[in-house]
DNA sequence: ACTCTTACTGACTTGAGAGTTAGTTGTAGC
DNA sequence: GCTACAACTAACTCTCAAGTCAGTAAGAGT
């Protein structure tokens, strides 16, 4: 006799609840968009009542702020260290590194972040500020890194590494744009992956000396 | 005796309203984001009651749509005939046409308006098919034009063009979320222009055959 | 001066959703 | 089995904003 403890749930759990809840609202507010969600919904969909949310989360924004959180810990801290093991030229690198992005927007829900950061940080500057801080601030110059070492060893020829890093970077930021906000809505999907390896192609090329 | 007709107003001119009460709600839109932005604060930013704006706009969406048609209307046109004029090699041509862009993300409302409609593509997706038809679905095929014309006469070694427009490109969509979303909230603002012009070297010389 | 149409407004209705509170239920420890 | 606390909920309050409507005023035509 498995009653319908399965499907619904009902149960305490305390150490599941945080992460059920933010994968609800993660999907409400790409969805609707922040403001237009409502916490009654994400409750629902969390199997949990919205006054429950209030124990886990102090406000809806402290909500977003947490899955910002949670996606910028995950990430960088393995691309540093991609690039901190790596010895000898520098163009394998740059390609691995771009695929590691690509295989983020394929898979990950990094994209639908992305797009909600950008919608909100106006409105709410924290998370923008975070963001800024822990994930631009810490992934553009460590790329940039990368440029200035092969610069530096003479497998590439000097140009601005700031201006390079977005010339590198801006294809990924177009594909999370694309993917979270016009694949939905029936634009054709792209394939990430291919269009990683032909800007990491472009751009080593141009880099000859 | 100036009253305050000056400051106040409050006149009956129906033409310039819709054009009005469309900037307000460009500025607050932008800063407040869509869903968070009161038809009263748009009204009287433009100088008039919020019952007067449906006389001139169906609803509050309409009014985002309003403003996507116009800035859609504003830049094809230009794009396309700037390729269609031109003759000869295509390398000074795309230099061009990425100044063109770089110009309008920098000095236009266009990257405000790119992330409006980002951020709400989801939600009201008349909006978002609207831009990936007119802008989006125009742009990209333009440019793959032009690359394409590179290749056949054999200035350019071969490559996949849909690639490489993105490759082009991405930077810009780049520097345009740069613009509305991080710069407000204290990112240092970067040299639009000189990015377009590195993207333009780069990917050029990335062609040479 | 007097209409009639058009631009416009203030006050309202309606509905919704964030956050709270008082109370209920599961369960660990005895 | 009982107790006490932790997890949870139903039902509430309170604020806020979209959209409406009945009425006011500008100004063109007569």
Redesign the interface.
Known sequence: MTDQSEITARKRRPEARPAEILEAALDLF???????TRLEDVASRAGLSKAAIYLYFKDKTSLLMALVHAMAEANIDLASGMIAQHEGPVAPLLRQLLGFIAARIAQSRMPDLM?L???????H?EI??FY?DNV?GKGLPLFQSVIERGIATGEFRP??P???V??L???????A?WKS??E????EP?DIA??AA??A???I???QP
């Open positions: 790409t969805e609707r968009g922040f403001k237009a797009k950061v950008i919608s909100e940080s106006r409105a500057p923008g500020r800024l631009i140009v601005d700031r201006l390079t977005k010339c970077v801006g294809p990924m930021v177009l594909a744009v906000a016009f939905p809505i029936g634009a792209f291919a269009l032909h800007d192609d472009l751009i090329r141009a880099l």
